[in-house]
């Protein structure tokens, strides 16, 4: 499998200090070498990092990566959305990530004016044209908060229909739920790529926190070995690496447009599943 038979994306997020920082620029120059279609950054918790998002943004453009901002519409008005989105333009950003996102804290009730991601996407759409390849995001294994798989999906083709140009998904270890998820939209009359996001596996007792509160299911069957490793963290990275290698290879090698890896910002794990499976060009 080689560089060119599948497209590799990342995600980082804006580091809160200066030691992070600097982890992340070594880690950004070590991704970029895998040449990656895009870089997306992160909004941060309750969209509480907008200023370390733009600076992070900057930063990943001087490494010459095309660079998708994450935008979140709530907690926003129009106004403050025009001005972001007017910023991005000027600095020559082509893609967004566009999301409802979490309401910041301390804003009590006050949701702003766009309430879900569509009204954002229509927005963009509005107001910008088709300046901005639109990304949205897709739950395989159903947003937590949904009321059922069938609304769920149907808030998916809305999103898409609005004028989302492709979705990346929350991660999951399940590669049928993605297949799964992926016919339903189709048989919707939707073709838009969806593009599975990949979370690498090197940290048990982080994974099954972030699991918790995005509704990822962690296997059984891999929860009990991780279980059995206990705090050896070095045979938790190996299996993680192992497990997450396989997952990616049978995602691509069954038609998966690509794959957007969650990196935490970190190099590592990125780089050994790329290696294996021969995406480190």
Not at 146 to 157: M, Q, W, Y
Request: with cysteine; net charge negative; glycine share 8%.
């Amino acid at each position: 499998m080689s560089a060119s038979s599948s497209v590799i994306s990342l995600e980082f997020f804006p580091p809160r200090d200066i030691a992070a920082q600097e982890r992340l620029v070594r880690s950004a120059k070590r991704l970029a070498a895998l040449r990656p279609a895009y870089v997306s950054v992160t909004f941060g918790a309750g969209g509480s990092t907008r200023t370390g998002t733009v600076d992070t943004v900057q930063m990943l453009q001087n490494l010459e990566v095309e660079v998708a901002p994450h935008l979140s519409c709530i907690g926003a008005t129009r106004a403050e959305l025009h001005v972001i989105l007017d910023d991005y333009r000027t600095r020559g950003i082509r893609r967004l990530v566009a999301l409802r996102g979490d309401l910041p804290s301390g804003m009590g009730g006050d949701t702003g004016e766009l309430h879900h991601a569509v009204d954002l996407v229509r927005f963009v759409r509005e107001h910008f044209g088709d300046h901005f390849h639109i990304e949205v995001a897709a739950y395989p294994e159903m947003h937590p908060q949904a009321e059922s798989a069938a609304s769920d999906l149907r808030h998916f083709v809305e999103k898409i229909r609005a004028g989302a140009n492709g979705a990346i998904t929350q991660y999951f270890f399940n590669p049928d739920a993605y297949f799964d998820f992926v016919d339903r939209v189709r048989a919707q009359g939707v073709d838009a790529p969806i593009t599975p996001g990949i979370m690498p596996l090197t940290n048990y007792t982080q994974l099954a926190r972030f699991s918790s509160m995005c509704g990822a299911e962690i296997p059984r069957w891999m929860r009990l070995r991780l279980q059995d490793f206990g705090d050896d963290k070095a045979s938790i990275r190996a299996f993680g690496i192992d497990v997450v290698t396989q997952l990616t290879a049978r995602l691509l090698e069954q038609g998966a447009p690509g794959v957007h890896f969650y990196t935490l910002n970190n190099a590592d794990a990125v780089t050994q599943i790329c290696a294996h499976l021969g995406l480190d060009g």
